[in-house]
């Protein structure tokens, strides 16, 4: 293979502007969907879908994109393709539309969700610890991986196989871990401890 029939293909594997467009749409859609349940508008209106983006930027973090004209051409058609997808329902009943997430959309949401996760460090440090422990049966090995891979990402301190620490407050982004991997409190604990034997080092991996 010649130098330039390599670029090529790995050109032809790179995503496109518009594949990353639709990425980030459809993830912002899904991830909004989860959290505020179903979008209501009323279907005898002639403003049904400003209606429905009306609503959706109601969450404050997409608000200002709501006077951007291409954003909101963007947002429309992955309302419509994620229609086509499965991963969205549309629905009329009593004059009234509801948009929702199918169980596939709601699997996939999330995904988004967990694939996104981070922990707020707040401004000064409380001196508690998080000790996460779980046990986690042989056959479900491949969650205790992906959890062991997350807390390592989300920069806990492995303090022995299937203990970690951390020293801020995380109890939400535990919760949501524990329903995402479908695990119970007796597999997956959260600890908070006001002290741990020779932390010293552990404190310097966190600038303490």
């Known amino acids: 293979m010649t130098k330039n029939e390599g670029q090529i293909k790995n050109n032809k594997n790179m995503p496109t502007a518009k594949t990353i467009k639709r990425k980030f749409y459809t993830k912002t859609i899904l991830k909004v969907l989860l959290l505020t349940g179903v979008f209501v508008v009323a279907s005898t209106s002639p403003y049904f879908w400003p209606g429905v983006l009306k609503a959706y930027f109601r969450n404050k973090k997409y608000k200002g994109s709501y006077r951007n004209k291409a954003q909101r051409r963007n947002f429309l058609s992955t309302f419509s393709y994620l229609k086509s997808k499965g991963l969205i329902e549309i629905n009329k009943t009593n004059k009234q539309i509801y948009i929702s997430l199918t169980e596939e959309g709601k699997k996939r949401a999330e995904q988004f969700q967990i694939n996104d996760l981070t922990i707020k460090k707040p401004r000064k440090w409380d001196k508690k610890w998080r000790v996460v ?35 801020y407050s995380c109890r939400g982004e535990i919760d949501l871990l524990r329903k995402f991997f479908g695990l119970d409190k007796d597999e997956l604990r959260l600890i908070t401890a006001q002290k741990i034997e020779d932390d010293k080092g552990i404190k310097e991996e966190y600038g303490l």
């Not at 779980?134 to 390592?152: N, P, S, T, V, Y």
């Open 133 to 167: 422990i779980f046990d986690i049966k042989h056959e479900h090995r491949m969650k205790r991986e992906a959890l062991r891979g997350k807390l390592k990402q989300l920069n806990f301190y492995q303090l022995q196989k299937s203990v970690w620490i951390y020293p």
